[in-house]
T-cell receptor
Framework: LAKTTQPISMDSYEGQEVNITCSHN???????ITWYQQFPSQGPRFIIQ???TKVTNEVASLFIPADRKSSTLSLPRVSLSDTAVYYC?????????FGAGTRLTVKP | GAVVSQHPSWVICKSGTSVKIECRSL??????MFWYRQFPKQSLMLMAT?????????EQGVEKDKFLINHASLTLSTLTVTSAHPEDSSFYIC????????????FGPGTRLLVL
């Protein structure tokens, strides 16, 4: 049961790149790392998932070092609409527990 | 991507009544679904794992007789809050795992329950 640790909150400005790091020191060999975004009064939305190295999609990049004990979600050029809570989850959904997440506030 | 729906999106009920929330996987089959509860400004808390064709698995501290779960088909799971009380007021979210090992979850939009 991999526990994750993230910063509680982050502030940024429109147009900046935001990097949110998650620590998961006891990640298991077969565990994937998945990031979700949640807006108020909505269910979480899948952003990106990776196992090792770097993954990029149309909305974000995920950087995973060789030891896989941490991961960094990178959001390029954030906008006001990126203000949300971001969760990092590791492992099997049956064993996943949501941490507090990172509350990102993007300011104009 | 996979789509999960919930119904209703919000419900208001009187104390002592029962409320049923439906969770459907719209374009895929889900032998397993998860039910979460989220209080304001807090994270999601896993309540139970719903299994098609068998009994649900409840997390420690969750009353199985109060939160009845029925996974009637490969696309539908229901959560019934029985004899609801104001402290049951919360945001209820379901999800279904997708992928070879079910490593990705797709979440429903959530159901806001207010018990008066």
């Amino acid at each position: 049961l991999a526990k994750t640790t993230q910063p509680i909150s982050m502030d940024s400005y429109e147009g900046q790149e935001v990097n949110i790091t998650c620590s998961h020191n006891n990640i298991a060999t077969n565990d994937y790392i998945t990031w979700y975004q949640q807006f108020p009064s909505q269910g979480p939305r899948f952003i990106i998932q990776g196992y090792k190295t770097k993954v990029t999609n149309e909305v974000a990049s995920l950087f995973i070092p060789a030891d896989r004990k941490s991961s960094t979600l990178s959001l390029p050029r954030v906008s006001l609409s990126d203000t949300a809570v971001y969760y990092c989850l590791v492992g099997d959904p049956r064993d996943m527990r949501f941490g507090a997440g990172t509350r990102l506030t993007v300011k104009p | 991507g996979a789509v999960v729906s919930q119904h209703p999106s919000w419900v208001i009920c009187k104390s002592g009544t029962s409320v049923k929330i439906e969770c459907r996987s719209l374009d895929f089959q889900a032998t397993t679904m998860f039910w979460y509860r989220q209080f304001p400004k807090q994270s999601l808390m896993l309540m139970a794992t719903s299994n098609e064709g068998s009994k649900a698995t409840y997390e420690q501290g969750v009353e199985k007789d109060k939160f009845l779960i029925n996974h009637a088909s490969l696309t539908l799971s229901t959560l019934t809050v029985t004899s609801a009380h104001p402290e049951d007021s919360s945001f209820y979210i379901c999800s279904a795992p997708v992928g070879f090992r079910g490593e990705t979850q797709y979440f429903g939009p959530g159901t806001r329950l207010l018990v008066l």
